[in-house]
């Protein structure tokens, strides 16, 4: 009944921008943290930025200066601004959100988007 869907993901040459975005939808009372994951092939998936319900922000230091996270509560969307890119930031981008609903809170995953930074 909870949906993530991500969005924005693309190629681009280095030292360009992208924005993502991932919206919640389905039925729940709130949203509480939301979160940016990255996975490049052959490696661990990592937290690249976190925000929560007070716009409290906290970034990985491979990306910090470079990404910014930031939240609309009214569209129930998180949105990650990347820019000077890098070849190393290629993965696949993962949004996740500690959902409230009914007696309990859940974290849900989105299903990914591509990003590939190359010239």
């Known amino acids: 009944q909870v949906q993530l869907v991500e969005s924005g993901g693309g190629l681009v040459q280095p030292g360009g921008s992208l924005r993502l975005s991932c919206a919640a939808s389905?039925?729940?009372?709130?949203?509480?943290?939301m979160r940016w994951y990255r996975q490049a092939p052959g490696k661990e998936r990592e937290l690249v930025a976190a925000?929560?319900?007070?716009?409290?922000?906290n970034y990985a230091d491979s990306v910090k200066g470079r990404f910014t996270i930031s939240r609309d509560n009214a569209k129930n969307t998180v949105y990650l601004q990347m820019n000077s890119l890098k070849p190393e930031d290629t993965a696949v981008y993962y949004c996740?959100?500690?959902?409230?609903?009914?007696?309990?809170?859940?974290?849900?995953w989105g299903q990914g988007t591509q990003v590939t930074v190359s010239s």
């Open positions: 996740n959100a500690d959902i409230v609903r009914p007696g309990i809170s859940l974290r849900y």
């Open positions: 925000i929560t319900s007070g716009a409290s922000t």
């Open positions: 389905g039925s729940f009372f709130d949203i509480n943290a």
